[in-house]
């Protein structure tokens, strides 16, 4: 059973996130008072595409992978999220539906902050109003960014700014050796790049030739991020 943690306990990590960034001490207190904290074991789903939203959902603790099937039935991973992000704000905004699945990739603990005490906030203080309004923005440019990665014909180039946007995304975990590493399979690193799996496989040993990463099951060990970000560069 997780432990009871204290309005100051909880105040102290709402203030780490960027919906409350220079927010008044008044608005963290209101804040911390209303949400509610909630565990999801590993691979687990924290909320489905077409569901009713009723909730924004803070990260606390681990990793969260968005995505989204399109319409020929292949799933697109938008991002994958970890604290102190937020997410789910759309299904409160003039959304009521969820336009994304949102699965833990790791046990997740996160703080849910319910539509009316939320629509509270943002009428009564501004600088979480306009810390909304720069998160959708700076998501927006984010996926303007990767749209025209993405359309690069080269698959090595894709998987390339996968893993470099992971590792300067502090999406990454160390080994006993300190090395990098994301913990991807194929077909989920296929999901991020917009491509299959076998094309995904190919470009991961090209890569590994170049000497910039190693592979193991299930891990992609970063061996060298300069490396990556040069190989991104002569494709473009």
Not at 208 to 220: F, L, M, Q, S
Not at 230 to 235: A, G, S
């Amino acid at each position: 059973m997780a432990p009871t943690l204290t309005i100051t306990e909880v105040r102290r990590t709402l203030k780490q996130v960027p919906l409350f960034h220079r927010a008044p001490e008044r608005a963290l207190e209101i804040a911390a008072a209303a949400v509610q904290r909630r565990t999801f074991e590993a691979n687990s789903v924290i909320f489905q595409e077409g569901d009713v939203g009723e909730a924004l959902y803070i990260i606390a603790e681990g990793l969260v992978k968005l995505s989204k099937v399109d319409l020929g039935g292949h799933e697109k991973t938008l991002a994958i999220l970890q604290p102190p992000e937020f997410f789910g704000e759309m299904a409160l905004l003039g959304e009521p539906a969820r336009t994304a699945s949102a699965l833990a990739l790791k046990q997740v603990t996160v703080y849910l902050l319910f539509e009316d005490d939320f629509k509270q906030l943002l009428e009564q203080y501004p600088t979480i109003s306009l810390n909304v309004t720069t998160t959708l923005v700076s998501r927006l440019k984010g996926m303007d960014d990767e749209a025209q990665i993405l359309s690069y014909k080269d698959a090595q180039g894709r998987v390339a700014y996968v893993l470099l946007r992971l590792f300067q995304n502090g999406v990454i975990e160390f080994n006993d050796d300190d090395q990098a590493y994301v913990r991807l399979t194929h077909q989920e690193l296929a999901s991020l790049a917009g491509t299959s799996r076998e094309t995904v496989t190919r470009a991961l040993k090209a890569l590994e030739t170049e000497g910039v990463i190693d592979t193991r099951p299930k891990e992609i060990i970063i061996l060298d991020p300069q490396g990556l970000e040069e190989i991104l560069h002569e494709i473009r």
